[in-house]
């Protein structure tokens, strides 16, 4: 037994070594993208034009510079390379990432339509949308319904990430692997999560639903109905007044420096960055508020 526990450990660490070790390689060492890293040494379709900045391969192939105005930055090691350098990205100043892609990239061709813009101009509904997530439309919204009775296309635990990343933000998977059944059995400081998530339903006038063994879902926090889709006297409609066409909008902050601080280590070990802390300016799509904690304080508890 003694044995296994060594070669597991051995194995462990050699992993790690082999995860962390291309962040202090070059790519033209390891030949390792970042995640998420557009591919490179792909021919370009001939009628596919590029911005004269973009600078291509010999062939018409992508490469570091096609998109990276940096120079020797195939022979920099990752974790010496300035993001945050005017010329990191071509033709710089993009507060968004697909702003970017849309140089080389139809915009219009490659948008997805927001399923959650259910209401028309005139306030019906555009029940075409209720069909991505829905087997059936119900005609009888005034009233909750329990989530088996929602005809969903995919299991609740599933239905969210047809379309969204299961990491969509910081400590999404810790919150839906949370089984508060578990937790209520349990001596840590989380027992009485359940207790003060139904006594906040109660207070508030709201639905924070949960999976049928008590696991806590996307839609335990999110609402995926846009105010005035659901009837007013069902609770399920109670949720944040955000500009859902406007989205999420965030808005620079102080804090900024004390987060990155904060995160630096761990993220240091997962070989990840993070975008500068910004204070959230307009929330949709939330059951209670995020921005003074009133979403938190639904399940947790915090000392003073």
């Not at 696991?215 to 955000?242: D, I, R």
């Amino acid at each position: 037994m003694r044995i296994w526990f060594f070669l597991l450990l051995i194995c462990n660490v050699a992993f790690a070594d082999e995860f962390t070790d291309w962040q202090t390689q070059s790519y033209k060492q390891s030949k390792h993208l970042p995640d998420l890293h557009h591919a490179v040494d792909v021919k370009l379709l001939d009628e596919m034009q590029l911005p004269a900045e973009f600078v291509l391969k010999e062939d018409r192939k992508i490469g570091c510079k096609t998109c990276h105005g940096l120079e020797i930055i195939a022979e920099t090691p990752y974790d010496k390379i300035d993001k945050n350098a005017p010329n990191f990205l071509r033709k710089d100043g993009y507060k968004k990432l697909e702003t970017f892609c849309s140089n080389c990239h139809d915009k219009k061709a490659h948008e997805r339509p927001n399923i959650h813009l259910m209401l028309n101009d005139d306030g019906t509904l555009k029940k075409e949308n209720c069909l991505f997530c829905h087997s059936e439309i119900n005609e009888q919204r005034d009233k909750l319904r329990p989530l088996v009775d929602t005809h969903l296309r995919l299991p609740v635990q599933k239905v969210c990430l047809g379309c969204h990343l299961k990491t969509p933000h910081f400590n999404a998977v810790e919150h839906t692997d949370a089984n508060l059944k578990t937790l209520e059995n349990s001596k840590s400081s989380a027992r009485n999560m359940k207790t003060n998530l139904k006594k906040t339903e109660k207070e508030q006038g709201v639905h924070l639903p949960l999976s049928e063994n008590d696991e806590v879902l996307c839609l335990t926090c999110h609402s995926p109905h846009a105010k005035g889709v659901l009837g007013e006297k069902n609770p399920a409609s109670n949720q944040v007044n955000g500009d859902i066409k406007k989205g999420v909008e965030y808005e620079k902050h102080s804090w900024s420096n004390v987060m990155e601080a904060d995160k630096h280590e761990r993220l240091e070990k997962i070989a990840a960055t993070l975008p500068p802390y910004q204070r959230l300016k307009n929330e949709v799509l939330l059951r209670l508020p995020a921005k003074d904690g009133t979403l938190c304080l639904s399940c947790h508890e915090f000392e003073n």
